[in-house]
């Protein structure tokens, strides 16, 4: 109840009043005098005597006395009663009893679970034991007492006939973590010592053994501020050891006599010597080792050579071969056996570079023993001779490392000019697509540089590289890259299939020169498509090329009866990267064909095989797909669905469908085949196809394996699908197809002496000019692209055709020589290591680089193909032109006066004699 404010003589408003009525006035003197008359006289003396504190007591009064004398005594009584009470606890079951107690059910336990096979319900009874005794050990930390009777006998040993796991080593980090901790415990283990007199001997040797392992416990923690860490391990591992053993020999599994097998003092503990990493510390800490610990072999001398030698090698195989002996002998060390067989492969492949010499192999890999070295070096023959192909493996390594580093910067700042570029065209999408591969890049570089592999599968791959070649020579390969560079490669590809088959079958030579028209028309036709619609949507340069493309094909036609050799190269042709008939909100799937499929055992035989396909697409869900089927292709295993064309109903722009495309989910095709009337039909396969290609190109058609889960069970299939526009792909890329062209390999045409030097400096191979002053040339200079010694290019911009008089027909003939290319090849590749170059130049020169490899690849598929013979005679005749044509620039030269000319022609004709000689002496052969 809240304390009344006594307010004198002031006057108080009160709420239940009106305002006009008159205000109480109190006096605190005639409200005591009116109480004192309610009161009376006794009740004014007791008002009184409370109010009064200075009352004196006779502290001697005998009455006092007495009754202070009859209170301290019935408090005694109490307080000895609650003694002894608290005393009967600890003599029934104490707190120390119950920890022992479910320490050496833990320890049992622990063991059982290591059993193989495991006593499961003799290890769940364990558990439920362990539990009651828990809840004592909670009920006691209350003050409750347990009787003897209550408490659960201790667990019975584990039969010695059961095969257990051998014991983990001791862990050897975070050892101050770890001794840090044991100080804590050290002194919980002092309050929790309890000393009975009355106890066992056995007991008070348990007690000994445990204060000799707090002993342990705290030279350990001593060692380690001393700074000894080696020594503090040796006694933290010894300390462990001997609380691993206490549960043991407390259930009776292990007998301990204190005056023999108690360990010695800390001071006088010596650890062990040759394997510091194995548990041996207690084998002098304990009463005797466990019968599970496997004695590891013996170490050679000769092992702790790092010298390659056969010797060292088969020793330390012998090693890793005794410890898989006895990891086979124990079934729960199947991992650790597995791991052997792996290590003993390596060295068995070491041991068979030892016999062969080979000085490449990368010995350091080699697991070594514990304690020695790794392999670092071969050994040097008796010849007293070193080869000079002889490296040390960590000099290699490091180059190695160096390489790989350099590689990955180089891919990095490559993506990062393409983010950069990306992202002033306005393609906000694509320049985010080439940070994250170039910021996937930095994990890469730090795993090399702390020694660590990588996948280099994982690389991004680089803006500028083009799609891989297809597998079928007669289908198209859109990379889904940017158009550019020129329409005709240079690299020669095998022709397709149709057109192989039809030329192969024949020898008719009216018939082959009819496939060959044929050829050039449709060519021709498919050029003027492409210049059509490039014309329509504004790209009128690549309109230009196509159009010049489908002249050259339809000038062909008149030297098809003339018996021309003629060749496939690979055309980068400009395609669309939309399809205008598709909506918005469509998605094209079309089943085209099956490959190889297996035939089941229900079924008789290949031509009694049915099969269908189903498309499943998971939009709007996976539990909800849209779902769409072929038609029954009857008695074939490679079926031909082409006819049937699903339309999915799917926003190709929502983040759904996006999310889809990103994490390499797409469609999923099963493929049933029919197992007769009235039966149902059976899964045959399962095709699952990525959509990742979608986020650039609106067209593509990936080929998938059939599976049965994760089994491969033969066939594959593949489908098309198409959007109307891709997310962030270009609007023109390149569709590779392999292209007809004629050469004419037996004579040099004369228009080949009338090319001036002047055109000839800015050739790229050949006939191309490098200063030797230390000026760099210029990489603007225009190259051609075909191997040929006379091929009708696409790109050369000099070509004037006419179909009334042959003698406006003139060509511009490229010869090349591969050692010529060769030296140009890494004269380029010093250009771009210039740290101050800029990056138009920077830009031309790889365009250059590609350029040259191209021309590379296609000379080596020439003298390398099936007609090698052939295109080998061809060759040396071109070698013979190029090196008349070198030596008339070179006179030219000299006439003139133009040193530096003279020097860099003087140097090419001597490479270009070179490789004549070579081949001449090549073919005669």
């Known amino acids: 109840m ?56 006779d502290e001697s009064d005998p009455k006092l006395l007495a009754e202070l004398e009859a209170f301290v005594s019935d408090d005694g009584h109490k307080r000895a009663k609650s003694d002894s009470t608290a005393h009967e606890a600890p003599s029934g079951v104490s707190a120390a009893e119950i920890q022992e107690r479910i320490s050496a059910y833990k320890s049992s336990i622990q063991i059982l679970k290591s059993t193989q096979p495991a006593n499961t319900s003799h290890l769940r009874r364990l558990e439920r034991i362990l539990q009651q005794l828990d809840s004592l050990a909670s009920q006691v930390a209350k003050g409750q007492v347990i009787q003897p ?53 056995l007991t008070h040797a348990l007690a000994a053994l445990k204060r000799r392992g707090q002993e ?34 407390a259930s009776g599994e292990e007998q301990f006599d204190p005056e023999t097998d108690m360990p010695p003092p800390p001071d006088q503990f010596v650890g062990p010597v040759d394997e510091p990493e194995a548990p041996t510390a207690g084998e002098s800490a304990a009463p005797r080792s466990p019968p599970h610990v496997a004695s590891s072999p013996p170490i050679s001398q000769i092992m702790m050579s790092p010298v390659v030698t056969m010797e060292n090698v088969r020793l330390r195989a012998d090693y890793y071969k005794a410890l898989l002996v006895e990891a086979k002998k124990d079934p729960a060390e199947s991992a650790k056996a597995r791991r052997l067989v792996r290590i003993l492969t390596q060295y068995e492949n070491a041991m068979k570079a030892v016999e062969y010499g080979v000085t490449t192999f990368n010995y350091n890999e080699l697991p070594p023993p514990p304690n020695c070295p790794p392999l670092s070096t071969l050994a040097v023959k008796h010849t007293g001779t070193v080869p000079k192909s002889t490296i040390s493996a960590s000099s290699s390594d490091a180059d190695k490392k160096q390489r790989m580093v350099t590689l990955l910067k180089a891919r990095q700042t490559e993506l990062k000019t393409a983010a950069l570029k990306a992202k002033e065209t306005g393609n906000l999408d694509l320049a985010k697509t ?37 597998t079928d020579g007669g289908s198209n390969d859109s990379t889904g890259l940017a158009y550019k560079g020129p329409v005709l490669t240079g690299i020669t590809c095998d022709p397709p299939r149709t057109f192989e088959l039809t030329m192969s079958t024949t020898e008719d030579k009216h ?46 036609l008149k030297a098809v009866r003339s018996d021309v050799p003629y060749y496939f190269e690979w055309a980068n042709l400009p395609q669309l990267n939309v399809n205008h008939d598709l909506a918005e909100r469509k998605l094209e799937v079309c089943v085209l064909r099956g490959f190889v499929y297996p035939i089941p055992p229900d079924v008789a035989g290949a031509d009694k095989l049915d099969t269908q396909v189903e498309v499943h697409l998971p939009i709007p869900s996976s539990d909800n797909p849209q779902k769409h089927s072929t038609e029954w292709i009857k008695h074939t295993r490679d079926p031909d669905y082409s006819n049937t064309v699903s339309l999915f109903d799917v926003d190709t722009k929502s983040r759904s469908f996006q999310f889809l495309v990103k994490n390499n989910r797409g469609l999923r095709a099963s493929v049933f085949y029919s197992r007769g009337l009235f039966r149902s039909a059976r899964l045959l396969g399962t095709a699952n196809f990525s959509l990742k290609d979608l986020l650039h190109s609106a067209t593509i058609s990936p080929i998938a394996d059939l599976m049965e889960g994760r089994k491969a069970v033969g066939g594959r299939l593949q489908i098309r699908v198409r959007q109307r526009s891709s997310g962030s792909g270009p609007q023109v890329i390149a569709c590779r197809k392999p292209w007809l062209c004629l050469s004419f390999p037996k004579s040099v045409p004369p228009s080949v002496k009338h090319i001036s030097p002047k055109t000839m400096l800015h050739e790229t191979s050949g006939s191309s000019h490098h200063s030797t002053s230390g000026s760099r040339p210029s990489p603007d200079g225009h190259r051609e692209h075909s191997p040929r010694t006379v ?135």
């Open 216 to 249: 342990y416990k705290l030279a350990a923690i001593k060692a380690r501020d001393s700074g000894q860490i080696p020594r503090a391990k040796e006694l933290l591992s010894a300390a462990k050891f001997i609380e691993e053993m206490l549960p043991k020999l």
């Open 434 to 470: 080439h940070l994250r591969a170039a910021h996937s890049i930095d994990p890469m570089i730090q795993s090399i540089e702390a020694g660590i592999p990588i996948d280099l599968s994982q690389l991004p791959k680089s803006p500028s590289a083009t799609g891989a070649l297809g």
């Open 2 to 57: 809240p304390k009344i404010k006594r307010i004198v003589k002031e006057k108080i408003s009160l709420p239940l009043f009106h305002d006009n009525d008159n205000v109480l006035e109190l006096n605190t003197s005639d409200l005591e005098n009116e109480l004192k008359d309610l009161l009376g006289d006794e009740g004014v003396l007791a008002m009184e005597s409370d109010d009064d504190p200075s009352e004196e007591i």
């Open 791 to 925: 091929v009708v290019s696409a790109d050369n911009r000099n070509e004037s055709v006419s179909s009334g008089d042959s003698r406006h027909h003139q060509s511009t003939y490229k010869l090349y020589s591969l050692t010529v290319l060769k030296s140009d090849k890494t004269q380029t590749e010093q250009y771009l290591r210039d740290p101050q170059l800029t990056q138009t130049d920077r830009d031309k020169y790889e365009h250059r680089l590609r350029v040259i490899n191209d021309l590379i690849e296609g000379l080596q598929h020439r003298l390398l193909g099936p007609d090698a013979s052939t295109q080998l005679k061809t060759y040396v005749n071109e070698l013979n032109a190029l090196a008349d044509e070198t030596d008339r620039k070179y006179r030219d030269a000299k006439r003139r006066g133009a040193e530096s000319d003279m020097v860099e022609y003087k140097r090419r004709l001597e490479l270009i004699l070179g490789e004549l000689d070579y081949y001449q002496k090549k073919s005669r052969a």
């Open 149 to 201: 009777d209550e408490l659960p006998p201790p667990p019975p040993p584990i039969p010695p006939s059961v095969t257990l796991c051998e014991p983990q080593n001791p862990p050897t980090t975070a050892v101050s973590d770890e001794l840090t901790q044991l100080a804590t415990d050290v002194k919980v283990d002092d309050e929790a010592t309890v000393t009975d007199p009355s106890a066992s001997p």
């Open 511 to 556: 018939v082959r020169q009819q496939v060959l028209s044929d050829q050039f028309r449709e060519q021709a036709r498919e050029a003027e498509k492409l210049a059509a619609r490039l014309t329509q949507v504004g790209f009128g340069e690549l309109a230009g090329k196509m159009t010049e493309l489908a002249k050259i094909s339809y000038a062909s």
